[in-house]
């Protein structure tokens, strides 16, 4: 029985298999993340800070959260060794542009599914 969705297709993991459970067990959740998350450097293709190109990897930090791992601009662990990053202007050309790129093709949990990515703003 499946109650959430039809059941697993070909070749996918049927988690209602014990022998499949039995395989997993051991498993680290934080691993797997790691191996299977969009790689930094697949997924920043540029950032932009007050109109300049600037190395992404240095402005943005990878934070764990139950639902993967998410990049925090000004973290507080940035703000300690660096400061906190400020504009001094309005307008696109003065804050942070990210180009992200989403690679929906590596995507295969769900056919309901689709790729994206969640930005917060917060003061």
Avoid: W
Avoid at 65 to 85: A, L
């Amino acid at each position: 029985m499946y109650p959430i969705g039809p059941p697993p297709a070909p070749g996918m993991l049927d988690l209602s298999d014990p022998a499949v459970l039995e395989q997993l067990k051991g498993v680290v959740m934080y691993k797997f993340y790691q191996k299977a998350m969009h790689q930094f450097k697949s997924m920043f293709g540029a950032c932009y800070l007050m109109n300049g190109l600037v190395n992404c990897s240095e402005y943005f930090t990878p934070v764990k959260q139950p639902m993967g791992i998410c990049y925090t601009f000004n973290s507080g662990e940035y703000i300690k060794q660096h400061g906190r990053v400020q504009m001094h202007r309005t307008g696109p050309p003065f804050g942070l542009r990210v180009v992200l790129t989403v690679e929906q093709d590596e995507y295969f949990a769900s056919f309901f599914a689709s790729a994206g990515f969640q930005v917060k703003c917060k003061e």
